[in-house]
């Protein structure tokens, strides 16, 4: 294998590896450096015995994942304030032609259920990624964490009934939501609470992420009449210079706020019933990088 063909061979597999470790860690920067490992091991490997590439890759990128996962899990432990995965930019395009795929990727990368995914251990998180986001058999995945195929069939069984437990229930209509957040958005920066408030389902929750770094409620807030009334008072403190971008991040429409060209918070909303049932703030400005304006 010469050296074109060997870096040509792992760029074709680059999107599944950063989907895979990205679904692992909920940081890009962390999955970035797991790809990155990854090709660091495949370009010094002999690969004469390797006969499917992707299978091959997949299996060293979920090992260092799962080793990653382990590291980064005490660190959140003293993490300030709630903690949410970093906000992904998802547009698949051309890549990914079949709806119903594009349909289970961008649910498996939902912050909502990435939320959940936190309260797995790590070999049930990387079981439930490989096995219900990307298909793969249960041998394979057996293989990939060394386990027997009875003891993944296992860890799956109990991944599933968790997220199934945990997860939220939400539409996944994008129009909807979108339609929701523009409503949002006028309600909040037109001053109107009346009108936000009627948006709200009555046991709404919001969810801020700022790591200490950025003003952001350090709990989560429940309930309509809270989680109005902050964010009613919250827009009357306009951020300097600002400018409101709509895109798509995990899955969904999301809103960027800019401050000065640059990104200052997310905002994605999950919706049911035609109410907002969950606000997620980003803040943390470490989480904005990979974000472009």
């Given at each position: ?6 870096t040509d061979v792992f760029e074709e597999h680059r999107p599944v ?154 539409d996944v209509d994008p129009a909807e939501r979108r339609d929701l ?113």
């Amino acid at each position: 294998m010469t050296a074109d063909t060997v870096t040509d061979v792992f760029e074709e597999h680059r999107p599944v590896l950063t989907g895979v470790a990205y679904r692992m860690l909920g940081r890009v920067a962390d999955a970035e450096d797991v790809v990155q490992e990854a090709w660091l091991r495949w370009s010094a490997q002999t690969r004469e015995d390797v006969r499917e590439p992707r299978a091959y890759l997949v299996r060293i990128t979920t090992r260092l994942a799962v080793d990653r996962l382990r590291h980064v899990q005490a660190r959140r432990e003293a993490y300030v304030g709630p903690w949410l995965p970093e906000p992904l930019v998802t547009d698949y395009g051309a890549t990914v032609e079949d709806t119903a795929q594009r349909a289970v990727l961008a649910d498996s990368v939902s912050l909502a259920v990435l939320v959940v995914l936190e309260s797995l251990s790590p070999l049930e998180r990387a079981v439930f990624v490989l096995r219900e986001a990307f298909g793969f058999p249960y041998g394979e995945i057996a293989a990939t964490l060394e386990r027997s195929e009875s003891a993944v069939r296992q860890l799956s069984g109990r991944a599933r009934r968790h997220v199934a437990e945990r997860r939220p229930r939400f539409d996944v209509d994008p129009a909807e939501r979108r339609d929701l957040t523009e409503r949002f958005l006028a309600a909040a920066s037109g001053g109107d609470l009346d009108a936000l408030l009627a948006l709200l389902a009555p046991d709404v929750r919001l969810v801020g992420d700022s790591g200490g770094k950025a003003k952001a409620p350090l709990r989560v807030m429940e309930s309509a009449d809270k989680v109005g009334r902050f964010l009613f008072v919250a827009a009357k403190q306009p951020v300097a210079e600002s400018e409101f971008r709509f895109l798509e991040l995990n899955g969904g429409p999301a809103l960027l706020v800019l401050s000065g060209s640059k990104p200052d918070a997310v905002l994605q909303l999950d919706v049911a019933d035609g109410l907002i049932q969950c606000v997620y703030i980003v803040r943390n400005p470490d989480k904005l990088t990979a974000i472009a304006p």
